[in-house]
C-alpha cells in the first residue's frame, strides 16, 4: 500500500513540474516574439490565416541584383534578433554596393530594434518581381526620407519603421491590399495600387509615389482609383498623389509634338508571350496620346507597331512609315522593360526624323544609348535643373553615388509628405485630415507639395531633351536637359 502511495506521489510531481516547463517555455516565446519593435509589434492577418506574411521588415531579401554576402549575413542575424550584428552587416554591405536601397531600409530598421526605439511604422509597396526597375527607384525615395528623418531625430523622437510589402505572383495581390489595412500598427502606405478602394474603406492613407496612364484615363478603374470618383468624394478620402495626375504630362507633350510634327507614328507595347503587366496600362497611353495629338491638329499614322511583339522588325516599320505614310515624327512609348526594343526603332530613325518619347524613357538606361536618341524629347515631372535651390538632387547623389529620376523624387515626396503629416498628428485618422486640410503644405524634391481634399495635387509637366555633355555626371556622355515648359 506504501509503495503505490509513494508511486502517487512521484506521478503527481512529475505532472506538477512538466506543467511548470510548460509555462516557462510559453512565457519565453511570448516574450522574444516581442523583441523587434515592443512600440509597434507586427500584427497582421496573415499571422490567423497560417499564411507567411507579405510585409518584410529586414528578414528577407527580395531585391536580388548585387546580393552581397554581408547582405545575407545581415538578414540572417536581423531574423534571429542579433540586431546588432544586423546593423554591422547592413553597414559593410552599403560600403560595397551604396546604391542598394532595401539595405538601407533594412539597416534603419535594425537601428530601431537594436535601440530598442519607439517607432511608427509605414509600408512601401514595391512590385519587385514583375518591375524590378521601378521598384528600386521608389525604394530608394523612400528609403532616403526615412534616413534623413531618422537622423534628425525621427518623429517626436520616435524613429520611421518602413516595412517593405511585396508579392510573388499576382494572385496574392488582394491579400497584400487586406494585410497592409488590417495592420493597425500601420499608419500609411506609399505604393501605386489597381484597387485602391479598400484603402477609403479601411481608413489607411495611400500615396501614389508615381502616376500611371489608367489612374487618369481608364473609366473603370476611374470609379475605383481615381481621387476625382465619387466613391472618394462622397466620404473622406485617403489617397493622395503626388503628383499632377497623368493625363497633364500627356497634354503638355502632345501640344509639343504637334508643332514639330505634322504625321506622327507612335510604338507601343501589346500584350503578347514577351508582354507584362503594363500593357494595359501601356494601349491606354496610346489612346490618350492619339486623342491629344489629333486635339491640337496633327494626324496618328495609322500603322502597328508592337515593342513587345519578338516578331516585331523596327526597320520595315520605319521605312514604311516615312516612305509610304509620309511620318514626319516618331513617339516611342514602352514600359520599362522594353527600353531597348524602343532603341532598336530609334536607330533606324535617327536622323531622319524628330524623335519623341513617353515618360518611361527617363532613365539611366536610356542614357546608355544616348547616341542613338539625341535630341529625343520626352515629359517629366521632375528635373534636377527645374530649381537649382533644391538640396535633393544633390543629397540623392552624395547617398546613392548615382543620379536618380522623377519616380525616385515622387517617393521621397511621397513619404515627406507622410512624415510632415505625422508630425501633426500619427494617427490614422488624424494622418487623413492634416494632408486633407487646404492649409497643409511642406517641401519636397518636386517643390512645395500641397492637396486637394480630393487628394489631387496641381501642376505642369516639364520637357526635357536628350544632348550629349561633357564630363558630366551621368558617365555616359548624354544628359536629359530641361527645355521650356511649352
Not at 554581408?70 to 536581423?78: C, I, L, N, Q, S
Amino acid at each position: 500500500m506504501t509503495h503505490k502511495k509513494e508511486n502517487l506521489r512521484l506521478l503527481i510531481s512529475l505532472g506538477l513540474a512538466g506543467v511548470m516547463v510548460a509555462a516557462i517555455l510559453w512565457l519565453i516565446s511570448k516574450l522574444s516574439s516581442t523583441i523587434i519593435a515592443p512600440s509597434n509589434p507586427i500584427s497582421t492577418s496573415s499571422t490567423l490565416t497560417n499564411q507567411s506574411s507579405l510585409m518584410n521588415l529586414g528578414t528577407k531579401i527580395l531585391v536580388k541584383v548585387q546580393t552581397y554576402p554581408e547582405k545575407m549575413d545581415g538578414v540572417k542575424a536581423f531574423d534571429e534578433k542579433d540586431f546588432n550584428t544586423a546593423v554591422k552587416k547592413f553597414n559593410a554591405s552599403l560600403k560595397n554596393n551604396p546604391n542598394d536601397p532595401e539595405t538601407l531600409i533594412y539597416l534603419n530598421n535594425a537601428k530601431i530594434a537594436r535601440d530598442n526605439s519607439g517607432a511608427i511604422k509605414v509600408a512601401v509597396i514595391a512590385p519587385i518581381n514583375f518591375d524590378p526597375s521601378l521598384s528600386e527607384e521608389i525604394l530608394r525615395g523612400v528609403a532616403q526620407a526615412q534616413n534623413e528623418v531618422n537622423s534628425q531625430g525621427g518623429i517626436d523622437g520616435k524613429k520611421l519603421q518602413v516595412v517593405i510589402a511585396s508579392v510573388d505572383n499576382r494572385e496574392d495581390s488582394a491579400r497584400l491590399d487586406k494585410e497592409l489595412v488590417q495592420d493597425k500598427s500601420l499608419v500609411a502606405a506609399v505604393g501605386v495600387r489597381l484597387n485602391a478602394a479598400i484603402y477609403n474603406e479601411n481608413r489607411l492613407v495611400l500615396v501614389f509615389p508615381v502616376e500611371r496612364p489608367n489612374q487618369a484615363y481608364n473609366a473603370e478603374n476611374l470609379e475605383k482609383n481615381s481621387v476625382n470618383s465619387q466613391l472618394n468624394t462622397s466620404a473622406k478620402n485617403y489617397l493622395f498623389h503626388v503628383n499632377p495626375l497623368y493625363e497633364n504630362l500627356v497634354d503638355t507633350h502632345s501640344r509639343y509634338i504637334a508643332r514639330q510634327a505634322r504625321n506622327v507614328a507612335i510604338c507601343g507595347d501589346s500584350p503578347t508571350s514577351r508582354s507584362n503587366s503594363t500593357s494595359s496600362s501601356n494601349q491606354i497611353l496610346v489612346e490618350q496620346y492619339t486623342q491629344a495629338i489629333k486635339k491640337y491638329g496633327s494626324n496618328i499614322i495609322n500603322i502597328p507597331c508592337n515593342l513587345a511583339d519578338k516578331n516585331f522588325d523596327p526597320k520595315a516599320f520605319v521605312d514604311q512609315a516615312i516612305e509610304t505614310e509620309n511620318a514626319s515624327g516618331f513617339l516611342l512609348m514602352p514600359s520599362i522593360r522594353n527600353i531597348y526594343f524602343a532603341t532598336k526603332v530609334a536607330q533606324e530613325v535617327k536622323g531622319r526624323k524628330p524623335l519623341f518619347a513617353s515618360e518611361s524613357m527617363y532613365s539611366a538606361t536610356t542614357l546608355q544609348n544616348g547616341k542613338d536618341l539625341e535630341g529625343m524629347v520626352l515629359p517629366v515631372y521632375w528635373h534636377r535643373d527645374a530649381n537649382k535651390d533644391n538640396p535633393f538632387a544633390e543629397n540623392a547623389f552624395q547617398l546613392w553615388n548615382a543620379q536618380v529620376n522623377q519616380r525616385t523624387a515622387g517617393a521621397y515626396d511621397a513619404l515627406q509628405a507622410i512624415i510632415a503629416g505625422l508630425k501633426q498628428d500619427n494617427t490614422r485618422e488624424g494622418l487623413q485630415k492634416v494632408l486633407s486640410n487646404p492649409n497643409f503644405s511642406t517641401s519636397g524634391a518636386t517643390g512645395i507639395i500641397q492637396f486637394s481634399p480630393s487628394g489631387k495635387r496641381q501642376g505642369e509637366a516639364m520637357l526635357v531633351k536628350i544632348e550629349r555633355c561633357e564630363s558630366c555626371s551621368t558617365g555616359t556622355g548624354y544628359n536629359f536637359a530641361l527645355l521650356n515648359k511649352k
